[in-house]
């Protein structure tokens, strides 16, 4: 996996608690089986009419958040499915970080393997971010996870809280599997262990 | 491991030349783009067909044990483990798919992951995790004969909204839950993810181990009585302190029926559309005012008033054998209304056979509904089954999300009981008024 740096991004306004991982990538484009290329149908139904056409009033389809890297939402975000074909459609539409008031459990874990990074601000802050965005076309943020901080043009700084070893693994771009095989003897100690799982398949 | 969430994983296997640690401890079935019309299981989709042939050849691959639609032995994972005697209490239980919650009913820690959470497992059999907050949901009092566990858990949804199990593992607790079968008990575990919670449990009990005795995949008999000595380990005791407690009265509770677009939007079925005008919060009033447009209703109109297009029955949350039987009581002998769609998907073929011994593919075929093979089917509608545009249908399902059952199409969430008399009526009816 790559390594996360610091970056400078749009950011786009999508003001909707509740949005489902069904809503990111629905169902018809989950039969792919690869993870590239699911960018062109995130949020299929907002983002496009029943002809396949932008519609216009979606931000996404709007300059300049076409080009947007920071995606701004209300609570509970990525609930329902654990498809993780909806970080793989976010990461590969442009997007490297999500705020949220709130994420799903399944949805916050997923963003993590993929190098995206989501952020959890307290709700008045996420509501602060949303009058920004409504007061500055094309409003952008620094996103810098090494300090844990958001900083805008105006002398705006938001700190905000990572779990330790999550960050230091989107930094490093660390492989999660190198990580735990280095802890075979452990696996191999419990596997004959008496308190093992016996075969079930077999 | 299903077909959808599973290909990726294994690709990252060969890419890094690695192994599936444990084949003996994965099994995997087809169930998300498996055709369900018995008289054309041909899947023309030629992506659908895709996914489904390269999980055969990954399962060929890697030595993985696949109920599969050559065989007839396949159905939705979650139906399928659990009749098989795969799943155990005490064991932790992961799959790439959100309502992987449902096997709690186990007693066992089971939770939905990602593909790359997948690929983790198999090349390590462990996954890196942080420990959940505990959560105790006590139901206190006794529900009516008529009410279902999919009432009591769309209820307790409605009750803590669709966060409020986030971060949490739920043990439900309390004389109606240890009152209920364990078909009902994986309904209740189903749905903790629409609560939020990845993982839901019910202590293991003598409900549990009779279940369990004689199943393929369970303990021996000699070896089950050791086992059940180590399960009764497994208890939580009492007095527990959990990170959070909820009471909820369920004596008296009425059928519950979703008005919206998220499954804590639910009420009684002997209420109305309720008004987005007296949500506090204007958020609220703002994503209940969208649900309603949605779902083309407006506040103030009565749940039995609503009509129906369709009535789907079936899924992981409502597609076992007390679900089929449930329905068919209510629909022996009469007719499906006029114009209405009705269908039962079996959870499993296992279960179809079931159902067909029982004689209850005849009810339903008598009484007008189409009696499929097994699948996800319209509950995500990755194959032919699915909603049109503006179309409404009563649904056993778990999800009531926008385009969740077919672009356009509104779902709203029911038990086998009131899905079934919402067929014949067509129209939302209060089953306790049938008695």
Same mark, same amino acid.
């Given at each position: 996996?790559?390594?996360?740096?610091?970056?400078?991004?749009?950011?786009?306004?999508?003001?909707?608690?509740?949005?489902?991982?069904?809503?990111?990538?629905?169902?018809?484009?989950?039969?792919?089986?690869?993870?590239?290329?699911?960018?062109?149908?995130?949020?299929?139904?907002?983002?496009?009419?029943?002809?396949?056409?932008?519609?216009?009033?979606?931000?996404?389809?709007?300059?300049?958040?076409?080009?947007?890297?920071?995606?701004?939402?209300?609570?509970?975000?990525?609930?329902?499915?654990?498809?993780?074909?909806?970080?793989?459609?976010?990461?590969?539409?442009?997007?490297?970080?999500?705020?949220?008031?709130?994420?799903?459990?399944?949805?916050?874990?997923?963003?993590?393997?993929?190098?995206?990074?989501?952020?959890?601000?307290?709700?008045?802050?996420?509501?602060?971010?949303?009058?920004?965005?409504?007061?500055?076309?094309?409003?952008?943020?620094?996103?810098?996870?090494?300090?844990?901080?958001?900083?805008?043009?105006?002398?705006?700084?938001?700190?905000?809280?990572?779990?330790?070893?999550?960050?230091?693994?989107?930094?490093?771009?660390?492989?999660?599997?190198?990580?735990?095989?280095?802890?075979?003897?452990?696996?191999?100690?419990?596997?004959?262990?008496?308190?093992?799982?016996?075969?079930?398949?077999? | 491991?299903?077909?959808?969430?599973?290909?990726?994983?294994?690709?990252?296997?060969?890419?890094?030349?690695?192994?599936?640690?444990?084949?003996?401890?994965?099994?995997?079935?087809?169930?998300?783009?498996?055709?369900?019309?018995?008289?054309?299981?041909?899947?023309?989709?030629?992506?659908?067909?895709?996914?489904?042939?390269?999980?055969?050849?990954?399962?060929?691959?890697?030595?993985?044990?696949?109920?599969?639609?050559?065989?007839?032995?396949?159905?939705?994972?979650?139906?399928?483990?659990?009749?098989?005697?795969?799943?155990?209490?005490?064991?932790?239980?992961?799959?790439?798919?959100?309502?992987?919650?449902?096997?709690?009913?186990?007693?066992?820690?089971?939770?939905?992951?990602?593909?790359?959470?997948?690929?983790?497992?198999?090349?390590?059999?462990?996954?890196?995790?942080?420990?959940?907050?505990?959560?105790?949901?006590?139901?206190?009092?006794?529900?009516?004969?008529?009410?279902?566990?999919?009432?009591?858990?769309?209820?307790?949804?409605?009750?803590?909204?669709?966060?409020?199990?986030?971060?949490?593992?739920?043990?439900?607790?309390?004389?109606?839950?240890?009152?209920?079968?364990?078909?009902?008990?994986?309904?209740?575990?189903?749905?903790?993810?629409?609560?939020?919670?990845?993982?839901?449990?019910?202590?293991?009990?003598?409900?549990?181990?009779?279940?369990?005795?004689?199943?393929?995949?369970?303990?021996?008999?000699?070896? +089950?009585? =050791? %086992?059940? *000595? &180590?399960? !009764?380990? /497994?208890?939580?005791?009492?007095?527990? $302190?959990?990170?959070?407690?909820?009471?909820?009265?369920?004596?008296?509770?009425?059928?519950?029926?979703?008005?919206?677009?998220?499954?804590?939007?639910?009420?009684?079925?002997?209420?109305?559309?309720?008004?987005?005008?007296?949500?506090?919060?204007?958020?609220?009033?703002?994503?209940?005012?969208?649900?309603?447009?949605?779902?083309?209703?407006?506040?103030?109109?009565?749940?039995?008033?609503?009509?129906?297009?369709?009535?789907?029955?079936?899924?992981?949350?409502?597609?076992?054998?007390?679900?089929?039987?449930?329905?068919?009581?209510?629909?022996?002998?009469?007719?499906?209304?006029?114009?209405?769609?009705?269908?039962?998907?079996?959870?499993?073929? +296992?279960? =179809? %056979?079931? *159902? &067909?011994? !029982?004689? /209850?593919?005849?009810?339903?075929?008598? $009484?007008?509904?189409?009696?499929?093979?097994?699948?996800?089917?319209?509950?995500?509608?990755?194959?032919?089954?699915?909603?049109?545009?503006?179309?409404?249908?009563?649904?056993?399902?778990?999800?009531?999300?926008?385009?969740?059952?077919?672009?356009?199409?509104?779902?709203?969430?029911?038990?086998?009981?009131?899905?079934?008399?919402?067929?014949?009526?067509?129209?939302?009816?209060?089953?306790?008024?049938?008695?």
């Amino acid at each position: 996996m790559e390594a996360f740096e610091t970056f400078d991004g749009i950011v786009a306004p999508l003001d909707r608690s509740n949005v489902d991982t069904d809503a990111i990538i629905p169902k018809q484009f989950l039969k792919r089986v690869r993870k590239t290329g699911f960018g062109a149908y995130l949020f299929f139904e907002w983002r496009f009419d029943e002809e396949g056409e932008p519609k216009p009033d979606f931000v996404l389809n709007r300059e300049p958040y076409d080009r947007a890297s920071i995606l701004l939402a209300r609570e509970n975000f990525g609930c329902g499915s654990s498809r993780e074909h909806a970080p793989w459609a976010l990461k590969d539409f442009g997007f490297k970080t999500i705020i949220a008031p709130s994420f799903a459990d399944i949805f916050y874990n997923n963003c993590f393997k993929n190098g995206l990074l989501p952020i959890e601000l307290p709700a008045d802050r996420v509501k602060q971010l949303f009058a920004l965005t409504d007061k500055h076309q094309g409003y952008r943020l620094t996103v810098d996870l090494e300090n844990q901080q958001l900083r805008d043009e105006h002398d705006l700084v938001i700190d905000f809280g990572v779990d330790p070893e999550r960050k230091r693994r989107l930094l490093e771009g660390l492989d999660e599997i190198d990580l735990t095989l280095k802890l075979e003897d452990k696996i191999a100690a419990y596997e004959n262990s008496e308190r093992a799982p016996a075969p079930i398949m077999n | 491991m299903h077909e959808v969430t599973s290909p990726q994983a294994f690709d990252g296997l060969r890419v890094a030349g690695r192994q599936v640690r444990r084949p003996d401890l994965t099994a995997a079935t087809m169930d998300h783009n498996v055709p369900t019309d018995p008289d054309d299981m041909e899947i023309r989709d030629p992506v659908s067909r895709k996914q489904i042939e390269t999980l055969r050849e990954n399962c060929k691959e890697f030595g993985i044990k696949l109920f599969a639609l050559e065989n007839n032995d396949h159905g939705v994972i979650h139906v399928v483990m659990p009749e098989h005697g795969i799943i155990q209490p005490g064991m932790t239980v992961v799959c790439g798919d959100s309502h992987t919650a449902t096997h709690g009913a186990f007693g066992a820690l089971a939770f939905g992951i990602g593909t790359s959470e997948i690929e983790h497992v198999l090349a390590t059999q462990t996954l890196p995790q942080n420990k959940p907050k505990t959560m105790e949901i006590r139901l206190t009092g006794q529900p009516d004969d008529s009410i279902a566990a999919k009432d009591l858990i769309l209820y307790i949804i409605r009750e803590i909204g669709t966060s409020g199990g986030t971060g949490y593992a739920i043990e439900y607790t309390g004389e109606a839950v240890q009152n209920t079968s364990m078909e009902e008990r994986m309904t209740l575990c189903n749905m903790a993810i629409e609560a939020g919670a990845r993982s839901g449990l019910v202590a293991p009990d003598q409900t549990t181990y009779d279940y369990l005795r004689g199943l393929p995949y369970s303990p021996s008999e000699e070896e +089950l009585d =050791k %086992k059940i *000595a &180590e399960w !009764e380990e /497994l208890k939580t005791d009492s007095p527990a $302190a959990y990170d959070r407690k909820v009471e909820l009265p369920v004596d008296g509770l009425a059928p519950q029926v979703s008005w919206g677009t998220n499954p804590a939007m639910t009420v009684d079925v002997n209420d109305t559309v309720p008004d987005p005008s007296n949500l506090k919060r204007q958020e609220e009033r703002q994503e209940a005012q969208r649900a309603l447009e949605y779902m083309g209703l407006k506040p103030g109109e009565p749940i039995t008033g609503i009509e129906v297009d369709t009535v789907f029955i079936g899924s992981c949350t409502n597609g076992r054998l007390e679900d089929l039987r449930q329905a068919a009581e209510v629909v022996e002998g009469k007719t499906v209304a006029n114009n209405i769609r009705a269908m039962v998907v079996p959870g499993s073929q +296992l279960v =179809k %056979k079931r *159902a &067909e011994k !029982e004689g /209850l593919d005849e009810i339903f075929l008598e $009484a007008g509904f189409q009696w499929r093979n097994s699948g996800c089917s319209m509950c995500l509608a990755m194959n032919p089954d699915r909603l049109e545009a503006g179309e409404r249908c009563a649904s056993t399902s778990n999800r009531n999300f926008e385009g969740r059952m077919g672009t356009g199409g509104r779902t709203h969430l029911v038990s086998p009981r009131t899905a079934a008399a919402t067929a014949l009526a067509g129209h939302f009816v209060d089953i306790r008024k049938l008695q």
